[in-house]
Nanobody
Framework: QVQLVEFGGGLVQAGGSLRLSCAAS????????MGWYRQAPGKQRELAAV???????KYADSVKGRFTISRDNAKNTVFLQMNSLKPEDTAVYYC?????????????WGQGTQVTVSS
């Protein structure tokens, strides 16, 4: 069982910045991937950014160049630095982790944190 605790959501004006953090209850070296999904009202949950165990990263096209995902291995924490925020970034952001649990993979989710960007 993996527990994920998120911090850092809030209200910000367009063009501003926020930093989300997600702390895992286990060593992140045991995880295949860790990242952030987001869900805006009336829309499906979508991937925002993910960091794979080897360190490679992937971003949604809509956030490339504005968001940066990183990790602190010693603190078992992943961060999402969000710059140049737009009103369309308003969503609940969910921390996500993927782990091998024989015989397959299992995903884990945080409770979600609200990010609201005002125009």
């Amino acid at each position: 069982q993996v527990q994920l605790v998120e911090f850092g959501g809030g209200l910000v004006q367009a063009g501003g910045s926020l930093r989300l953090s997600c702390a895992a209850s286990i060593s992140i070296f045991r995880l295949n991937a860790m990242g952030w999904y987001r869900q805006a009202p009336g829309k499906q949950r979508e991937l925002a950014a993910v960091i794979i165990s080897g360190g490679s990263t992937k971003y949604a096209d809509s956030v490339k160049g504005r968001f940066t995902i990183s990790r602190d291995n010693a603190k078992n924490t992943v961060f999402l630095q969000m710059n140049s925020l737009k009103p369309e970034d308003t969503a609940v952001y969910y921390c996500y982790a993927l782990m091998t649990v024989v015989p397959g993979l299992r995903d884990y989710w945080g409770q979600g944190t609200q990010v609201t960007v005002s125009s």
